[in-house]
């Protein structure tokens, strides 16, 4: 399977220093056009649009992007419950139909119920699983149906529902999910396409994909998983480990730019495990380096991979061999690091991907 490599697009220009979340303050249209550009430039598949209580719609940040660039797709977060699903149905094969089949979506129950409360949604996250997963099956309904049909659920009830669009990319597009509570696991095994997963050490990784694989058996579905690094590259390893080191200690400074500085709280089962790995050692399969989630919680994808280009990008081909086969990979300068990975990993990720297939294949 080719490898698939997904970015990230923030809106605005982050502060100096290291740099762990791109999605919050306000927004900058020159510069939402010129990252968006750097990633289609770079030769990723599809950028993730990132999704807070604060931060600018992603459906129009990603529509904004997608007609400044040629062929970048765009993995749009979105949170179930706020708008209904028939008509979030017809607003992604509306997308996909402008954009030519560029929309990928990432469904996410929000990281705490704090978050949540400031949309207005007071449902616990158990809760907002389940609604989700019914959520999704109505989607698909409006996306598969030519005629009208009805629907009543513990959330949703629709009586003589229709889209007169449906998805370019069919059965529609891709659906990725992410979470480690039961109640996320449930609702992507019966419903998702793709699992996305932080980066953690290989052995974990294959028992996770391992269980999930067994979990969506029952409903026939055959999942396909995601895994989030931030790549750390220098010229030389031992630069590689420097530029990491300082990273850290921008990160860990009380009036650091990230607001995090030493925060060990995690907000979510996902966060609990990486906290968990980092408490087993700082460093795991010689590459996976995990001090910068312990420093920041664990919010959000901060496993990094830390080495030469060459080095790795043999790092994330141990993950494909495992069946990984889509990674996400973002760094602590944005922009830079973008065009960097396109000019230094991503080529040698797709030619090592590429190897391995021939080699599988003979």
Known sequence: MPVRVIGMIGVTPPASGATVHIIKGGISPTYLKSYAQAHDDAGFDLALVGY???????FLVAQYAAQHTRRLGYLIAHRPGFVAPTLTARK???????????????????????????????APKDVRYRRAAEYIEVMKLAWSNHKRFDFEGEFYKVRGAKSDVHPLQQPHPLIFFGGSSEGALAMGARHCDVFAMFGEPLAATQQRMAEFKARAAPYGRTPTYNMSFRPILAKTEGEAWDRARKILESIRQPGDPTGFGNAKKPLDQSARRLLDFAA???????RLWMPIAE???????TSCLVGTPEQVARALLEYYKLGVHSFLIRGFDPYEDTIDFGRELIPRLRAGAAELDRARAA
């Open 295 to 301: 420093a920041t919680g664990a919010m959000g994808n």
């Open 52 to 58: 807070t209580a604060s931060s600018a719609e992603g």
């Open 280 to 286: 087993q050692g700082e460093t795991h399969d010689e």
């Open 92 to 122: 992604i094969a509306t997308f996909d139909h402008l954009t030519e089949g560029r929309i990928a979506l990432h469904i996410i129950s929000g990281a705490s119920d704090a978050e949540q409360e400031g949309d207005g949604d007071f």
